[in-house]
């Protein structure tokens, strides 16, 4: 057993138990010696290696490390394979600046494809060591040297066997409908995308005056906060149910017009004089036409369906919560007023780009950008600008609203209708709620909360992406008969198409055409790309190239028997990997989940390079050890989904506090343990007669009972807390309590006891606690066990026989005793170095053993019990008589000697030898007559009054009284 330093330097240790474990190959141990029947499957969803990990990742990568050590130690062999996220639009957002690159055209046109995909190759494992560095530091296991890799062939064919899956299935089809588009990346996104990236921002609304064709000056009055979009208008919706009113007003040249409006939004939109002339039924507008604001289409006569155009027609989503009653409709840009043009057969005009920019029909507008990033009011102040000019505007005002953005460049999305291929989430929607029931939530209220309710309100998922880097779609068309093919792997492709294929993104792919089947035309890919979620979701089956490998191993661990990430996954990854799983295997794809909260800054705000409003994550582990920023986070509410502002002084209170008490009752033992010889060992008996061990040996046992519980659960936060109370105990007051049995020669029983159950006590502590803190785990348990690692061992069990509800419940009675008995003393007061003669308690009676340590806690010299009287829970005699002061003066000199002891450097089982000197009487007294307690308590051999020459001594003052001390050591 090695020497232990008092003082706790973690992150030094830290330090030297990574190279122990490296020099030592412990996690590769850890895994072979498990047998490979027990295999504990765990998904590690796939960072991007585009930036440094910030606490998000340190959050998600200690559950991830936290939950695997803990089964390992119970017996599983747990494989933990690391992945890397290499698709998508993060990685091409980089690129596309360092190129130079404003828009896609620019990648299709100047760049070309092949060479913005290379140049996405080589950038999108820029941070790997950086990633290495962070994760090895915060001594997280995983196997990130045979990574799972997004864009290697063998992840990317097993993408192609899974979108086939389902098409087979009859679950991919494609549909021409409104989505978001980013104008910017020019692609559409998927519903879990949009919902990532809302923002309020202020918008211009304004009511627009649509002139009715048979009726000169009377306009029907309608309500839009994206003016760009009236000039793709082509009907206006009202409502059966609701009642219309014309007004008489004076329009801006001071000229009696009529206006039409529901009659429940007068009050808010009309807010100048007007006289009511009628009311108006609906069914007396339907059907009424009218002049288009803007006739650049209008005019075309080979617009489809242009003769139903510019009308008044019912539909069932017009409301008077806002607006005016009636809807402005333009197919292209809304889901509703595309559902309704196909059902009333209106034109449709998309007169905006998927880059955002104004065609050349739409003259006046050309070449605008309906949403620019520098200023987005800038087009809409152009429309109401034309409206005005043309008195077709009838008001306008700023409109606070939340907008969906661009989830990775910020940029204001639009509504556009568009062709996309989608996987039908709505045919096996009721087959996954019904699987979600299976999944074990933890908080348990994301189940049917937010996970629940997504689910429930899941909509096909568009699967096509209009961009360059990511898996591609693996449908070729014949461009003459429109013959298509699917393909599930390379080999099939390279049948095929007779060419040998090593790479199957876009840039490759795409060249490979061959001639259909079915007639004489050429079969060429579509064009698209496959959304990254279908990348990540497809994890659990590509990570490991199946089914074209580890078929048996796969299919006999499916589903995983956990995941791990932040709360917004629950309409990402989660939700991507549930949908598929249940669409190829109708099985859900993970059995455990544990959901975290964010991490933000410590007001409240959002962490912030720019700002520097938090500490970098390496800087914490430098400074208090990888360990207490482990246990801070499992021991936080951010493991349990809610948010966590992340205090550095919290930091420090745990490692004072919890790693505090761990290392000194650690060294405590170890240092007594060196004076007697103890070795190390893992065989205890835990026969111990002392109370105060079976106390601890019982709370140990609960403990060990409810960690399990806990963790079986997948509750770190609930596991993580257990420790800090056991901590306190066992520092605070077994060790406390014991400690003078440690040095003690009179009962070498009791001795031996003892040092049997806190070394046992220790050990245990060190295993239950490895998988949260793995380094003060493993310091402990080596040098105290003789064993290699705290890893290799197993996860305690709990003794049921040896838990003792009563004893514990009385121990806590009577810390609850002491508390109160120290409380009347504090109130008073008194010191608690000065005697009393007497304690009197309440309630059931106390065994005389608990008794005892009353009395030596409050320092009382009786302690009674008063069953059947009523009052104070605790009574303190509080007279000092002239023996009780001379009791607490010799506690006082014993306290002034341990503190010479100390400064001289001398070793606890130093001998001394006591020397003093005072003009009191009292203090001579004191020293006379209390020189045997002394003695005992100082290890002094004898005690003279004799101001001998020593080198070690003091002056002091008790009271009022001098006293002169001085120790030397005995040779």
């Known amino acids: 057993m090695k020497n232990v330093d008092v003082k706790m330097d973690l992150p030094k240790l830290e330090e030297e138990i990574l190279d122990f474990w490296r020099e030592n190959n412990i996690f590769k141990k850890s895994i072979e010696q498990r047998d490979i029947k027990e295999q504990y499957v765990f998904y590690d969803g796939p960072p991007f290696a585009t930036g440094t990990p910030h606490y998000g990742h340190i959050v998600a990568s200690t559950m991830k490390d936290v939950v695997p050590r803990y089964w390992t130690m119970k017996g599983k062999r747990v494989e933990r394979k690391w992945g890397w996220d290499c698709h998508g639009l993060p990685i091409e957002n980089i690129a596309e600046k360092e190129l130079g690159v404003k828009s896609k055209k620019q990648i299709e046109d100047e760049v070309g494809v092949a060479k913005f995909n290379d140049f996405c190759r080589s950038k999108v494992l820029s941070y790997v060591d950086e990633w290495k560095k962070v994760i090895g530091r915060l001594g997280r296991w995983a196997d990130m040297d045979n990574a799972y890799v997004t864009m290697d062939l063998n992840y990317m064919e097993s993408v192609w066997w899974v979108f086939k899956q389902l098409w087979d299935k009859g679950l991919i089809y494609e549909d021409y409908r409104s989505m978001h588009i980013c104008p910017r990346c020019e692609t559409t996104l998927s519903q879990s995308e949009v919902t990532e990236g809302y923002k309020t921002v202020k918008d211009l609304s304004v009511v627009a005056k649509f002139e009715l064709k048979n009726e000169p000056n009377t306009f029907v009055l309608a309500w839009t906060t994206t003016p760009w979009t009236l000039i793709g208008n082509v009907a206006l919706a009202i409502s059966e149910n609701i009642k219309y009113k014309k007004l008489k007003i004076k329009d801006d040249a001071d000229r009696d017009i009529f206006v039409i409006i529901a009659e429940d939004r007068i009050a808010d939109v009309v807010k100048i004089e007007y006289e009511e002339i009628e009311s108006i039924e609906a069914k007396n507008l339907i059907g009424k036409t009218y002049k288009p604001l803007f006739d650049y289409y209008a005019k075309d006569e080979k617009l489809e369906n242009g003769q139903n155009g510019w009308k ?144 429930e309100g899941a909509k096909d998922w568009s699967i096509s992406r209009q961009r360059f880097w990511a898996s591609v779609i693996p449908i070729w068309v014949c461009g003459d008969c429109g013959e298509k093919e699917v393909f599930a792997s390379v080999t099939d492709l390279e049948v095929r198409s007779g060419q040998q294929i090593a790479d199957i993104h876009k840039h490759v792919v795409d060249a490979i055409k061959f001639p259909c089947q079915k007639c004489s035309g050429e079969m060429a890919r579509v064009p698209d790309v496959l959304d990254t979620w279908f990348d990540s979701g497809s994890m659990p089956y590509a990570q490991m190239h199946y089914p074209f490998e580890n078929r048996e191993k796969f299919e006999s661990n499916f589903p995983a028997e956990f995941i791990a990430e932040g709360a917004d996954q629950t309409r990402a990854w989660f939700y991507y990997l549930h949908v598929l799983s249940s669409s190829i295997f109708n099985k859900p794809a993970f059995k455990n989940v544990i959901v975290n909260g964010i991490v933000q800054a410590e007001d409240g705000k959002k962490m912030s390079k720019r700002l520097q409003n938090y500490p970098d994550p390496m800087e914490m582990f430098d400074k208090y050890g990888a360990d207490v920023l482990r246990f801070y986070l499992m021991s936080s509410p951010v493991v349990a989904a809610n948010d966590l502002n992340f205090s550095e002084k919290e930091m420090a209170e745990l490692s004072r506090g919890l790693f505090r008490m761990i290392w000194n009752s650690y060294y405590f033992f170890v240092l007594y343990a060196e004076i007697d010889g103890i070795e190390a060992k893992t065989d205890f008996s835990l026969n111990s007669r002392s109370t105060l061990d079976k106390w601890i040996i019982s709370e140990c046992q609960s403990l060990i009972k409810n960690i399990n519980y806990h963790m079986e659960h997948y509750d770190l936060q609930k596991s993580s807390r257990e420790f800090l109370l056991f901590a306190d105990n066992l520092s605070n007051w077994y060790i406390r309590r014991s400690r003078k ?231």
């Open 312 to 455: 008044i027609v019912a539909a069932d989503f017009v409301t008077t919560e806002e607006g005016t009653g009636v809807v402005h409709i333009a197919p292209a840009f809304g889901e509703d007023d595309m559902k309704l043009g196909r059902e009333k057969q209106l034109p449709f005009i998309q007169h905006v780009g998927m880059d955002g920019i104004i065609k050349e029909q739409a003259k006046d507008f050309y070449g605008l950008h309906v949403k620019p990033a520098d200023d987005t009011q800038k087009t809409d102040v152009e429309i109401i600008k034309y409206l005005a000019a043309k008195n077709l505007l009838f008001s306008k005002e700023k409109y606070e609203h939340s907008y969906p953005h661009c989830w990775r460049c910020d940029t204001p999305l639009l509504n556009y209708a568009t062709s996309s291929w989608f996987v039908k989430v709505s045919s096996i929607k009721n087959d996954a709620i019904e699987l979600a029931k299976q999944i074990n939530w933890s908080p348990a209220h994301i189940k049917y909360g937010r996970f629940g309710k997504w689910l």
């Open 741 to 971: 049995r440690f040095w003690k020669s009179e009962n070498d029983q009791d001795k031996a006891e003892a040092f049997e159950t806190l070394q046992y006590i220790l050990i245990t502590l060190a295993k239950l606690l490895a998988p949260f803190s793995p380094f003060i785990s493993e310091e402990i348990y080596k040098n105290l066990s003789g064993e290699e690692s705290v890893h290799l061992s197993d996860y305690p069990e709990a003794n049921e026989s040896l838990i003792d509800p009563n004893l514990c419940a009385e121990m806590k009675r009577t810390r609850e005793i002491v508390e109160l008995g120290l409380n009347v003393r504090s109130k008073n007061g008194i010191k608690v170095r000065q005697p009393l003669a007497e304690l009197v308690y309440l309630g059931e009676k106390l065994p005389e053993e608990l008794e005892q340590i009353i009395a030596e806690e409050v320092n009382v010299k009786n302690v009674n019990n008063a069953s059947a009287q009523e009052g104070e829970a605790v009574r303190l005699d509080l007279e000092i008589t002239s023996e009780l002061k001379m009791g607490g003066y010799s506690r006082e000199i014993v306290r002034f000697v341990q503190t010479l002891r100390k400064k001289a450097g001398f070793e606890v089982n130093d001998r001394i030898i006591l020397y003093y000197s005072s003009d009191s009487d009292v203090i001579n007294q004191t020293l006379e007559q209390f020189s045997d307690e002394v003695s005992h308590e100082t290890l002094a051999i004898r005690i003279e009054n004799n101001k001998h020459q020593v080198e070690n001594e003091e002056e002091i003052k008790i009271d009022s009284h001098n006293l002169w001390l001085g120790i030397s050591r005995e040779l």
